[in-house]
């Protein structure tokens, strides 16, 4: 993979940043992957896993703020008929359906860029994002 480098994404925010000794910081409780974790999985012909969630108590969230570039299993748990999970990036746009629930499982290349997650019926209020260094 290319090494990362000092970007802007389309809105200016510049995403790069100094040296990160901890990559990846959990924003939920559900799952901590370290950047030793994410090697260690890699090594073994594995794809390392983000989580995402949505909730009718209006929580959206992914489970890292900040993930190296490259494959990762995406399964994302959409419990409310009422709002959904889309997540959205350079060369990535999935979503699940508003009024669907249930488990979904992608497999996803993220590249360096910040990567934008919303509900697309409340994109002001319910959004969060992962950046990929
Ligand atoms: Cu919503």
Do not use: F
């Amino acid at each position: 993979m290319a090494q990362a480098q000092p970007h802007a994404s389309p809105d200016g925010v510049v995403s790069a940043h100094g040296d990160h000794s901890t990559v990846i910081a959990p924003r939920t409780s559900e799952q901590v992957l370290t950047e030793a974790d994410v090697a260690a999985i890699r090594k073994r012909g594995r794809l390392p896993k983000l989580t995402g969630k949505v909730t009718g108590a209006q929580v959206i969230s992914i489970s890292a703020t900040s993930v190296s570039a490259g494959r990762y299993r995406l399964v994302v748990n959409d419990s409310t008929p009422d709002h959904n999970w889309h997540i959205q990036g350079l060369g990535v746009d999935l979503k699940t359906s508003v009024s669907g629930t249930g488990r979904t499982k992608w497999k996803v290349r993220l590249r360096v860029d910040t990567y934008h997650i919303q509900c697309d019926v409340h994109p002001a209020t319910m959004r969060t994002s992962i950046t990929v260094t």
